[in-house]
């Protein structure tokens, strides 16, 4: 497996109130991304990262940000979750950006109530 | 408009048969192709990819062939196993750091 890491791997919370999740990676890669994924929509993108500060948005950005302050982890922030925004959350890495597959990590499982 | 499009929800076969699973895109920039399989709790794994410039990929029971001039490729299973069982999403990317873009999967199972 790619060395990548997500953070909480499950998580609660209330409409309304900040989440951050997580990814680390281990493997130097340059480009990082955050993909969720819903039933009838498969894997959607939400915000990626082509280096550090470097990012951009996705098909569904609307309604999360996103930090990269260092090559390994990459941040992605719900300022105000709903319930729209229920979902697993996959980070994913790749060494070239282009041509290259992505690695994926685990996921994280967010239910918002 | 959806760029990649999996028209089959799921696929069911029996053990030892191929399994063929079809993909469409519609953006003749595209000139990258990706298939991925993913079981349940896991992120999604890399299984094949093609280029434009090929018409055919394979790395052992996994075979991915491509018509450009249909906008179409498909992945070849042979012969399906009941470890195959997953869900397959195609995927397409085009040259100049663009992110890939996911169709929205099929489900195989494959019966013993």
């Known amino acids: 497996d790619a060395g990548i890491t997500q953070s909480p791997r499950h998580k609660v919370t209330e409409t309304g109130t900040p989440v951050t999740l997580r990814c680390h990676q281990t493997e130097n890669h340059r480009y990082m991304y955050w993909y969720r994924q819903d039933p009838g929509h498969g894997l959607r993108l939400i915000h990626y990262?082509?280096?550090?500060?470097?990012?951009d948005k996705g098909e569904v950005s609307d309604g999360y940000s996103v930090s990269r302050s260092k090559t390994e982890d990459f941040l992605l922030t719900l300022e105000s979750a709903t319930s729209s925004q229920t979902s697993v959350y996959f980070c994913?890495?790749?060494?070239?950006?282009?041509?290259?597959?992505?690695?994926f990590g685990n996921g994280t499982r967010l239910t918002v109530t | 408009d959806q760029q990649v499009k999996q028209n089959s929800p799921s696929l069911s076969v029996q053990e030892g048969r191929i399994s063929i699973l079809n993909c469409d895109y519609t953006?003749?920039?595209?000139?990258?192709f990706l298939w991925y399989k993913k079981y349940p709790a896991e992120g999604p794994t890399f299984l094949i990819s093609i280029s434009s410039i090929k018409d055919k990929n394979e790395d052992g029971r996994f075979t991915v062939f491509l018509n450009k001039s249909a906008k179409h490729l498909s992945l070849h299973i042979v012969p399906s196993q009941p470890g195959d069982s997953a869900v397959y999403f195609c995927a397409a990317d085009r040259s100049g750091n663009t992110p890939l873009v996911f169709g929205k999967g099929t489900r195989l199972s494959v019966i013993a």
């Open positions: 994913a890495i790749s060494e070239q950006g282009t041509a290259s597959p992505l690695h």
């Open positions: 953006n003749s920039m595209f000139d990258y």
């Open positions: 990262s082509y280096g550090v500060k470097d990012t």
